[in-house]
């Protein structure tokens, strides 16, 4: 089944750095998306990339996307302590005309001040 | 910003017993899910919903499952005998259309003694 698997799966870096984190999946997409979650908390939707775009920004946020390689990533720049958090990358799956997300297994990351 | 809510935050039910996590999605959104997501795993699609019927489900989804959309406004899953591996955080989310972004509500943290 196609997934969303995240690397690192976890990464500390120092606040003012950029995080980058990277996704692959396994399928065909409609559309990928990726998610942040704060521990213990819901899921807050951060941007969504469809099959015929390369590269997507929202404000600190940058995505790419390669569907030729499957794969995907988030670049959070000039990083800050409150993007602490879990970073999911999320596939779509319009299978039996329905919509369902596949979530991989995230990505942890720390921003040390 | 519209909010998808759910409640309780947080409900401990003896094996067995019958639970229901309620639901409101964004108004005038069309499409409704449950996810949820065991301590350290992934988040796990359970259940689409679209006018008034399940869309899709998975093999999670089974017969101890069901949901309902009992009016304009609420969306439940009931769990009929819950077992010890039911407990999770299970999120409810809308979106206006497939192949859009979802909002995710805060989650439902079930635990099941």
């Known amino acids: 089944s196609q997934q969303g698997e995240e690397d690192p799966q976890a990464l500390s870096i120092q606040e003012g750095e950029n995080a980058t984190m990277n996704c692959s999946y396994k399928?065909?997409?409609?559309?990928l998306q990726w998610y942040r979650q704060n521990s213990g908390r819901g899921l807050v939707h951060l941007i969504l990339?469809?099959?015929?775009?390369r590269e997507k920004h929202s404000g600190r946020l940058r995505v790419t996307l390669d569907t030729s390689k499957k794969s995907s990533s988030l670049l959070i720049t000039a990083s800050r302590a409150a993007d602490t958090a879990s970073y999911f990358c999320?596939?779509?799956?319009?299978?039996?005309?329905?919509?369902?997300?596949?979530f991989g297994q995230g990505t942890r990351l720390t921003i040390n001040p | 910003e519209p909010e998808v809510t759910q409640t309780p935050s947080h409900q401990v039910t003896q094996m067995g017993q019958e639970v229901i996590l309620r639901c409101v999605p964004i108004?005038?959104?069309?499409?409704f899910y449950w996810y949820r997501q065991i301590l350290g795993q992934k988040v796990e699609f359970l259940v689409s919903?679209?006018?008034?019927?399940?869309?899709?489900k998975s093999e999670i989804f089974d017969d101890q499952f069901s949901v309902e959309r009992p009016d304009g406004s609420n969306f439940t899953l009931k769990i009929r005998s819950t077992k010890l591996e039911d407990s999770a955080m299970y999120f409810c989310?809308?979106?206006?259309?497939?192949?859009?972004?979802?909002?995710f509500g805060s989650g439902t943290r079930l635990t099941v003694v």
């Open positions: 989310a809308s979106s206006l259309d497939r192949g859009g972004g979802y909002t």
């Open positions: 108004s005038n959104h069309l499409y």
């Open positions: 999320a596939t779509d799956d319009q299978a039996g005309g329905a919509q369902k997300l596949v």
């Open positions: 399928t065909s997409i409609n559309n």
């Open positions: 919903f679209y006018n008034n019927e399940i869309s899709e």
């Open positions: 990339i469809r099959s015929n775009e």
